[in-house]
């Protein structure tokens, strides 16, 4: 029998639906949440280095901006789909009312694989696709930032694009750019220091401290680096990691930018000498007290959850838990810092960034730092009683969507949408 396909859109709606559920809101609140305010499809031609034109089809969702402008991310992949949009719109609206951000939710995506065009050719097709989009985005309606295979490069393309478009230097309209155009260097650690963050603050609640407690974590890009380096600077134990082709375990621990200069020099962790091997399966298994699953999403699952040994887990990676395993893992006592709040620090970044581009570029990087860990620590505080208040055996998870619906909802009350 095949397997049901994965819509990613009725998943939106479904979280939603449950948080409408815990909240008491009525149905005619949902059904004004669970569609967008606008989808904008566009066609993006692009002159190929051969001499064809290949078009390419994007898509820009706007879910709801009771808070403030829509702000969310532009991906290139080829398996992009505009239910996939629709759906990451949504989240971002949670995820920007959960941050305390001025922001409502969008997203942005190009069916294409970025992998197989030329430099030229993915600049065209940035500029192509932005000024297909211009007239619905703009520093105080909509402010898209990168995602997947998107970069500095790819925000400085649809900054200049903008520019030409409105006639003015427009360096607002984005984030997440070159430091030279207004871009802060804070923006690369963010989303690993907000997870390292809301470990170690979920630490401090069931612990006391996060000294000494052993850290596994899987996946080792930027986030999961990150996220060790300031663990590993705030005492604790980093006693294995992992990237694509496998981990490494040791329980002395480990030096966090030693394993990434390894990495760096042979193209893995594994290769780091004098460390036991364990695959990306096995590192969740391990005997540690905090887990970070920086990787990839639906990891941690039925199938494995009974053998889940830390009782701290900060999701660095975007829905590495499934909703069943989370069910289990909430009546186990195990403190499940979801990634609504805990991976939410590269759009916090992305607001201090964008205020900076509106001030003329006041800030300092560690002004920028420092309010990046106040704004992720209140806001993990305000989810934690939350939690407290809705009853601690049900996951995490439905708190932090419980008070993101909660504020969206009292911004359109209060402005007489509902």
Not at 338 to 351: E, K, Q, T, Y
Request: overall charge neutral; hydrophobic content about 40%.
């Amino acid at each position: 029998m095949s397997q049901p396909v994965y819509d990613p859109y009725e998943e939106a709606k479904k979280q939603l639906r449950k948080a409408i559920d815990l909240l008491g809101y009525s149905d005619e609140i949902y059904e004004i949440l669970a569609v967008p305010d606008r989808v904008l499809q566009v066609k993006v031609p692009v002159k190929m280095d051969d001499g064809t034109t290949k078009v390419f089809i994007g898509w820009r969702s706007q879910h709801n901006n009771a808070l403030g402008p829509y702000k969310g991310g532009v991906r290139y992949h080829p398996n992009v789909t505009k239910n996939e949009v629709i759906a990451l719109s949504m989240w971002m609206t949670w995820k920007n009312s959960l941050a305390g951000l001025p922001y409502g939710g969008g997203k942005g995506g190009i069916k294409v694989d970025p992998r197989k065009l030329s430099k030229r050719e993915l600049e065209q097709l940035s500029r192509n696709f932005f000024h297909a989009i211009s007239e619905i985005v703009g520093i105080d309606k909509d402010i898209p930032a990168p995602d997947v295979y998107t970069d500095p490069q790819t925000m400085a393309w649809y900054m200049d694009e903008y520019s030409r478009y409105v006639g003015y230097q427009a360096f607002g309209v984005v984030t997440g750019k070159p430091l030279i155009l207004g871009g802060l260097y804070t923006r690369v650690i963010s989303t690993g220091l907000g997870t390292a963050l809301t470990a170690k603050l979920a630490a401090e609640k069931v612990w006391g401290t996060v000294e000494g407690k052993t850290v596994a974590i899987q996946g080792y890009g930027n986030v999961g680096y990150y996220a060790a380096k300031f663990l590993y600077e705030w005492g604790a134990k980093i006693v294995a990691v992992s990237d694509s082709k496998g981990g490494i375990y040791k329980t002395e621990g480990l030096d966090p930018e030693d394993v990434m200069r390894v990495k760096r020099e042979t193209g893995s962790v594994i290769n780091y000498p004098g460390v036991q091997r364990v695959s990306n399966e096995e590192i969740l298994e391990l005997e540690v007290d905090i887990l970070v699953p920086a990787a990839l999403e639906n990891v941690i699952t039925m199938e494995n959850v009974e053998r889940i040994k830390a009782k701290v887990i900060s999701e660095g990676a975007n829905g590495p838990t499934t909703p069943e395993a989370d069910e289990v893992l909430a009546k186990k006592d195990v403190v499940v810092v979801p990634d609504i709040l805990a991976n939410a620090g590269g759009v916090i970044m992305s607001h201090i960034e964008w205020v900076n581009n509106r001030m003329g570029g006041w800030i300092t990087e560690e002004e920028a730092k420092n309010k990046l860990i106040e704004k992720m620590t209140n806001n993990f505080n305000a989810v934690w009683d939350f939690w407290n208040k809705i009853g601690r055996d049900k996951p995490m998870r439905d708190a932090a969507y419980g008070l993101a619906v909660k504020r969206v909802v009292e911004a359109m009350k209060l402005r007489g949408w509902i």
